[in-house]
């Protein structure tokens, strides 16, 4: 699939690759290190002093003291149900500043020269993408986030389907068509969640590089290239739930077993849609930079070969 080969050349980028540090590093100056913030002491004093006395003047200040660990405890649980929200808005970000990126290189007469290098013009771009995708530290934390979710809830389902099947083996609970559908549609949305991170990323960058290919200005590129990776985005998600929509409204008591056929097709069309995506994508990406349709597997096998 080419969205999970690009997406490892993506995660597992060449940081010794000179066009890789140029763009990783641009914005990034090195800061003078400054001391920590100190309050004199007779402010922190007179601040304790104060804080002591408005919880004796109103001792209801003290459910600051558990509301503040359940705010953490809130966050930490709602953290890995945002990740697909922040994973799309960081798209968005990617390829805006994909555009933004080479348009400076553009206008600074040196994006020429970074793609008249021997790697190729297609392998260079993709390589400049990446040294912006890598900028910052968000990247490494929704890779991070995403691959840590998946592993607990792969383990979470691990223990749901054991403990069913010692319930059953006991006789304590029959193992029906409803807990194997509740198994395999938590393994389909798993695989969905841990998909969505590569097939997001991905083609934001693409789509940012293919905007950039066109002679537009930079406001007219940055909204070419939003609309499609929104348009992108959303339609396979339409698709698929026009699917779940029109299954309701045609079937009023499903069987089990259909429920389940046609639930795991959404997902699976959903997933499939997003592969086409990025695969035409890319298509078009190859006969912009390198001037011909050819063998879609060529540049991306260079690409590979370079990471």
């Not at 600051?64 to 649980?77: A, H, R």
């Not at 969905?192 to 537009?216: Q, W």
Request: proline share 4%.
């Amino acid at each position: 699939m080419w969205s999970w080969r690009l997406w490892r050349s993506l995660a597992a980028a060449d940081i010794n690759d000179p066009i890789f540090q140029r763009v990783s590093q641009i914005h990034m100056p090195v800061r003078a290190s400054k001391g920590g913030l100190r309050l004199p002491r007779p402010v922190a004093l007179l601040g304790a002093i104060a804080l002591i006395g408005a919880l004796i003047h109103a001792p209801a200040l003290m459910i600051l003291v558990l509301i503040i660990p359940i705010l953490l405890i809130t966050t930490m649980v709602a953290a890995p149900l945002l990740l697909p929200l922040a994973t799309w808005l960081a798209g968005i970000h990617l390829t805006a500043a994909v555009i933004s990126g080479i348009d400076r290189e553009k206008r600074q007469n040196t994006y020429d020269l970074i793609c008249a290098l021997t790697k190729g013009r297609l392998s260079a771009s993709w390589s400049f993408a990446s040294g912006i995708a890598h900028r910052g530290g968000w990247f490494a934390l929704l890779r991070w986030g995403t691959l840590a979710t998946v592993r607990a809830g792969t383990a979470a389902l691990g223990g749901l389907i054991l403990f069913a099947l010692l319930a059953a083996a006991f006789g304590q609970q029959v193992l029906g068509i409803e807990q194997a559908r509740l198994f395999l549609l938590i393994l389909l949305l798993l695989a969905l969640y841990y998909s969505h991170i590569a097939h997001s990323l991905v083609t934001s960058l693409i789509v940012g590089l293919l905007a950039s290919s066109f002679e537009r200005s930079k406001p007219d590129a940055t909204a070419l290239g939003l609309f499609v990776y929104v348009a992108v985005s959303a339609l396979p998600f339409l698709a698929a739930g026009l699917i779940l929509l029109g299954f309701e409204w045609l079937v009023l008591e499903p069987a089990p077993l259909l429920r389940l056929a046609v639930e795991g097709a959404a997902l699976l069309l959903l997933m499939a849609l997003r592969e086409v995506a990025v695969a035409l994508l890319w298509r078009a990406l190859e006969w912009r930079l390198e001037w011909g349709w050819g063998d879609m597997s060529a540049p991306l096998q260079r690409i590979l070969v370079v990471q």
